[in-house]
Antibody
Framework: QVQLVESGGGVVQPGGSLRLSCAAS????????MHWVRQAPGKGLEWVAF????????YYADSVRGRFIISRDNSQNTLYLQMNSLRAEDAAVYYC??????????????WGQGTLVTVSS | QSVLTQPPSVSGAPGQGVTISCTGS?????????VHWYQQLPGTAPKLLIY???NRPSGVPDRFSGSKSGASASLAITGLQAEDEADYYC???????????FGGGTKLTVL
């Protein structure tokens, strides 16, 4: 069965950096695009970033473009999110999610359990 | 403020039905992009409930159904059960933002 396990969350100061990981299993990782989606405490879901199955196309939400970098290692079945210049408003649970369908029809088929990022001095 | 608009809350008694609306615009649902729905039980990750407007992943009861008309979509839940109490989110794609977008979420309370 599909499993997505995030790690790397923690407490970081404003302006700091953090790298999240998402270990995937139970499906052909190198055949699927992957997303990061976040949820601030008590708030709704916000899409963050997407990477194509081969890593050659990447898309970002305006709120993180230029600060966050999505990447993947298909040999390790792992998705990453490098988060730089962190702000208080980046504090959230970050979920990785397996993409299904083409861009305009895409949805988030499976989700990990999430990893909590806290931005505080 | 979310690109897709949902009511903050809905409620219903066990056995009854409820409908959750999701209103978009000409750059997302109205442009013909698919609408998908997710259920988030308290303290857990979201789970896919309905995809491509009307389809249910295996394991999702047929008490849940989706529909779409113009720039809006709806999630209908019939025969409410206590375990349906959760937050529900709609999701689509927006071509003016070039990004995937969510509704603000609707909290379903089973009375």
């Amino acid at each position: 069965q599909v499993q997505l396990v995030e790690s790397g969350g923690g407490v970081v100061q404003p302006g700091g950096s953090l790298r999240l990981s998402c270990a995937a299993s139970g499906f052909m990782f190198n055949s699927y695009g992957m997303h990061w989606v976040r949820q601030a405490p008590g708030k709704g879901l916000e899409w963050v970033a997407f990477i194509r199955y081969d890593g050659l196309d990447k898309y970002y939400a305006d709120s993180v473009r230029g600060r966050f970098i999505i990447s993947r290692d298909n040999s390790q079945n792992t998705l990453y999110l490098q988060m730089n210049s962190l702000r208080a408003e980046d504090a959230a649970v970050y979920y990785c999610a397996k993409n299904e369908a083409m861009i305009a029809r895409a949805y988030f088929h499976y989700w990990g359990q999430g990893t909590l990022v806290t931005v505080s001095s | 403020q979310s690109v897709l608009t949902q009511p903050p809350s809905v409620s219903g008694a066990p056995g009854q039905g409820v409908t959750i609306s999701c209103t978009g615009s000409s750059s997302n649902i109205g442009a013909g992009y698919d609408v998908h729905w997710y259920q988030q039980l308290p303290g857990t990750a979201p789970k896919l409930l309905i995809y491509a407007k009307t389809n249910r992943p295996s394991g999702v009861p047929d008490r849940f159904s989706g529909s779409k008309s113009g720039a809006s979509a709806s999630l209908a839940i019939t025969g409410l059960q206590a375990e349906d109490e959760a937050d529900y989110y709609c999701q689509s794609y927006d071509n003016s933002l070039s990004s995937w977008v969510f509704g603000g979420g609707t909290k379903l309370t089973v009375l």
